[in-house]
């Protein structure tokens, strides 16, 4: 540390007493759920738990700026912290009628970590502390359980011996070696689970694992309770900066001076017997949203036990049947805590001898699906209202309820093998791959796969992105699997325990029916049903309603969707369009509510049949006379395309792009194809082959393309804007009235005598074509905004742009000096270098390119205040960078078909967030 960082003592000091650095729960309450930063997640909700009359074990939370000043003070704590702690003990002590270290009734704590955003798994918590060889005793008396008593003291040490005295496997192969100690005995005395230890056996194990410590620690296991409780305290505090927490961190974006908080709280015993029990619960179901009670939970068990997957929780339902008054109690919970937080809940609770404590609770992850349907229902139900519900749903969502299902005929003629848990909405069909290095394998060769797994591991994670759904045997809704499933939007089906998989022989068993590696199979994540075989799938509820295929109130999916999007069309400023070159694209973006289009791009309808062949001719001519007997076969064609989607778009804004890329991308580089051309245009192939080697270039992306072609060939500018008028014309006069508004625009503009030139010959045919059909066509010519040139002299360029469209993918290339093509050799390193934070071609460098959109609407405006603004790079389709366009105050965002929902939630939201 260099010596200007060491702070002034006497300050310090002062700042130290008038800070308060612990804060109670209990009978007396300190803190509410609005103190995260302080007090952390789990401590600011174990405060308002508390304060609401929850039953909640008392005790207090040592704050996060603790854990500050102890990493800027060389690991120490502020001075005044020790005898807190100890009042604060104290007062658990009296509420409880327990005596921490006491031999009579004596009091045991856990320790708890718990930072501002929750890091599930990623620090350490310790139970039971406050067992010595002493309070093990009185611990066995008063619950006249002794067998218990001594399974907390063993548990104990086994969790100070590895989180506060570092015994842990010292290699990756070792196991854990206080669990290596337990098998071992167990197996010994034959013991089939923990459960089945006599007092005597735990005895032994105790002193085993206390010998285990002398072995490889410094020093012995404390048997002094205040020693214990600052050991663990530091451990937690020491677990901010281990190597786990920091990995989180950076995937996260949690910054590091955060800090930790330590929560200090009176234990209670799910493991004193069989009526007594731990589980975990969400409010509603986290899969599919639906209002049900949702969770599990073990009898005579604490802790992790639930999680860790030793043994298979039993579902909540059952509670009612094996504890009918704990689970009443349980259901009132339930209520009030959705009541007061107005959000699903995901809590953990502890049964002791009938009484039930709450432990913890946050709002809980849940899929796409889930977000849409709890959001939708609470607002039904008062929980919250419209603009909160909308705020709650991720816009990406809205896309869960577009991916295609299985097809309700194929599914009706399939068998189902076997039922697990619903995990993760959707079908999924792939080839079973048993390992995660398999599904990679087989998805790098194009096969799609079904991750089949007893159950998942951390380790699994990159072949689970890689399946299309993941299908395990064991563990229930809290599993590894159901976490990640509901995280990435994966489908998934867990627990499904009628299946036997046999890792080395490669099967996968139910019943009579043995699959292989490599088989079909098809899971159902929306109602867990598991199939033999391939089932082929079909368009999404939502998509079948708005073809027509299926009635509306036949879809409550359907319901949802509709909802949100009224939802959102209220809110939002900014119109969403679409980037469609085809009538088809348009009406499919109609239906997901475009109100028009952002860019059509004329480039595609030159590829189509014939088209190539009048195009390629019309490049390798020689004079303008030939190019433009070229060109006149190719406008029947553009005019037929625009008459298409002028009435597909039925009176809403159409903006056409003139043409755009280099030429030699529709010439042939093949030499069959190049002799074809040759006998066809009735040419010598080495006139093709000379014409292809002169328009040949080094740099095509920076060449002769945009606006550029359209200066070097006039004719090609005027034979668009003929078609575009002419269909105008056409679509106008006929029977059926639809309004046309055609938008052209001209791309790659960087100054403004390009658009002046391009202009001018847009204008004269318009004149020319409405003379002609005597209409009165109304129309707009404006530019795209895509080279940083054009940005920085928005003001001039406005002088002749009727509207400006942001191309954000041409203009994030120019202005980073970077091809998207050509990224993938150092992209990851800049990544992991955290210089590129996210991929700067889905979502916008506000920083860079953000800043030469932001001036060059500053300018746009001040020349022509009412310029229209809008954006047609993929970016906008991406919800980070819709929150920016709306900031910058564009008019439109135009995104490709499939996204203009999620268009449609994010500009909403944007609005909603910045207002
Ligand atoms: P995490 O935040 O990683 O889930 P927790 O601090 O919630 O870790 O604790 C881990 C486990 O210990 C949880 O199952 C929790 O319910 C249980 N636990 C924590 N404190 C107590 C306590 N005072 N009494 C009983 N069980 C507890
Ligand atoms: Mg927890
Ligand atoms: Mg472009």
């Known amino acids: ?168 496997a010292r290699t990756e192969e070792e196991e854990d070696p206080f669990h290596v100690l337990l098998e071992k005995l167990k197996h010994k005395v034959g013991a089939e689970s923990d459960n089945d230890l006599t007092t005597a056996n735990l005895q032994t194990l105790v002193t085993q694992y206390k010998a285990l410590i002398r072995k490889r620690a410094r020093g012995a296991f404390p048997q002094d309770v205040m020693q214990q409780l600052w050991g663990a305290v530091s451990a937690v505090f020491g677990s901010w900066r281990n190597e786990r927490a920091i990995l989180y961190r950076q995937e996260y974006g949690i910054p590091a001076e955060w800090g930790t908080a330590v929560n200090v709280q009176a234990m209670v015993f799910g493991n004193a017997g069989d009526d007594s029990a731990t589980g975990v619960a969400f409010t509603r179901d ?280 009224k939802w959102a069309d209220i809110h939002r400023t900014m119109n969403i369009r679409t980037n469609a070159d085809t009538p088809n694209m348009a009406s499919q973006a109609v239906a997901f509510g475009a109100e028009g289009i952002g860019l059509c791009r004329t480039e595609h309808m030159f590829f189509e049949g014939d088209r190539i062949d009048y195009m390629r001719q019309m490049i390798l001519a020689v004079d303008e006379v030939q190019r433009r007997s070229a060109l006149k076969k190719l406008l029947p064609f553009q005019k037929k395309d625009f008459v298409g989607i002028f009435k597909a778009m039925n009176g809403r804004p159409v903006t056409i792009r003139l043409l755009d890329p280099p030429l030699h991308e529709f010439l042939p580089s093949d030499d069959v194809v190049r002799r074809q051309l040759a006998e066809r245009l009735d040419v010598p192939l080495d006139y093709v082959i000379d014409r292809i080697k002169s328009l040949h270039e080094e740099n095509p992306m920076l060449g002769c393309r945009g606006c550029r072609l359209g200066i070097l060939y006039p004719e090609i500018t005027e034979m668009q804007s003929r078609a575009i008028f002419e269909a105008t014309a056409q679509v106008l006069k006929g029977k059926k009235k639809i309004k046309v508004k055609p938008e052209i625009m001209i791309p790659l503009v960087g100054f403004r005598e390009e658009l002046a030139d391009q202009l001018a010959i847009v204008h004269r045919v318009a004149k020319e074509v409405m003379k002609k059909h005597k209409v009165r066509i ?63 071609f889905s979502s916008i460098d506000q920083r860079g390119v953000g800043k030469l959109m932001e001036f060059a609407v500053e300018r746009g405006r001040s020349t022509k205040p009412d310029i229209k603004l809008g954006i047609c790079g993929e970016h906008a389709g991406d919800p980070k960078s819709i929150d920016f366009c709306h900031r910058v105050g564009l008019d439109y965002v135009s995104c490709s078909p499939p996204r203009v929902p999620i268009a449609r939630l994010a500009a909403a939201q944007a609005k909603l967030r910045n207002s």
């Open 286 to 565: 986290p899969a599919n949203g639906e209002k049900v009670f949702y969770g599990e939970y073990l009898i005579n068990a604490q802790g992790e036990d639930v999680v860790a997957g030793l043994r298979t929780p039993n579902s909540i339902s059952q509670l009612a049947k094996e504890m009918p008054k704990s689970f009443k109690d349980l259901e009132k919970v339930r209520s009030k805590l959705e009541k007061h937080f107005k959000d699903m809940q995901d809590f953990e609770f502890t049964i002791e001898k009938n009484k039930l404590f709450i432990l913890q609770t946050r709002n809980g992850k849940r899929t796409g699906l889930a977000a849409v349907r709890i959001a939708v229902e609470m607002q039904k139900e008062r929980l919250m209202n419209v603009e909160t519900a909308l705020l709650k749903i991720p816009a990406e969502s809205i896309d869960s309820l577009l991916v295609p299902v299985f097809d309700p005929k194929a599914l009706k003629a399939a068998t189902v093998i076997a039922t697990g848990l619903p995990a993760g909405p959707g079908g999924a069909t792939g080839r079973i791959a048993f390992t995660a290095a398999q599904a990679e394998k087989a998805t790098r060769e194009g096969k799609k796969v079904v991750l089949c797994r007893t159950e998942t591991s951390p380790d699994d994670l990159k072949g689970m992105l890689h399946s299309q759904g993941i299908l395990t045997s064991r563990g229930g809704v809290s599993s590894h699997a159901a976490l990640v499933a509901r995280q990435l939007g994966k489908v998934c089906v867990c627990g499904a325990s009628g299946i036997k998989i046999n890792y080395e022989k490669k099967t996968l068993t139910t019943g009579k029916t043995v699959l292989n590696e490599g088989d079909y199979i098809s899971i159902d994540g929306t109602t867990g049903a598991i199939y033999k075989g391939m089932i082929a799938s079909t368009d999404s509820e939502v998509k079948r309603v708005l073809d027509g295929g299926l009635k509306p109130s036949k879809s409550y999916t359907f319901e949802l969707f509709q909802t949100v999007m």
């Open 1 to 168: 540390m260099s010596r200007t960082q060491i702070k002034k003592p006497a300050k310090t000091q002062k700042n130290n007493k008038s800070k308060k650095f612990v804060y109670a729960f209990g009978k007396v309450t300190d803190g509410n759920t609005t103190m995260r930063e302080l007090l952390g997640g789990k401590g600011a909700n174990l405060a308002e738990m508390a304060s609401i009359g929850l039953p909640v074990p008392p005790g207090f939370t040592i704050s996060t700026e603790v854990c500050t000043y102890y990493y800027d003070h060389e690991q120490r704590y502020p001075m005044a912290l020790r005898q807190t702690v100890a009042d604060s003990i104290k007062s658990v002590e009296k509420q409880l009628d327990k005596k921490f270290g006491g031999r009579k009734n004596p009091l045991l704590v856990s320790v708890r970590s718990g930072a501002r955003d929750s890091m599930p798994g990623m620090m350490d918590t310790i139970l039971n502390l406050g067992l010595n060889d002493e309070t093990v005793e009185g611990l066995a008396d008063v619950s006249k359980n002794p067998q218990f008593a001594w399974d907390c003291y063993r548990r104990f040490i086994q969790m100070y011996g590895g989180v506060v005295m570092g015994v842990t």
């Open 778 to 840: 109304n129309y707009l010519v404006g530019t795209m905004i895509e080279v940083p040139r054009a940005a920085i002299t928005a003001d001039e360029i406005a002088k002749e742009a009727d509207f400006f469209s942001f191309g954000t993918n041409d203009l994030t290339q120019t202005a980073l000096g970077l091809s998207r093509d050509d990224m993938g050799l150092f992209y990851d390193e800049y990544q992991s270098k955290e210089i590129y934070n996210k991929n700067p």
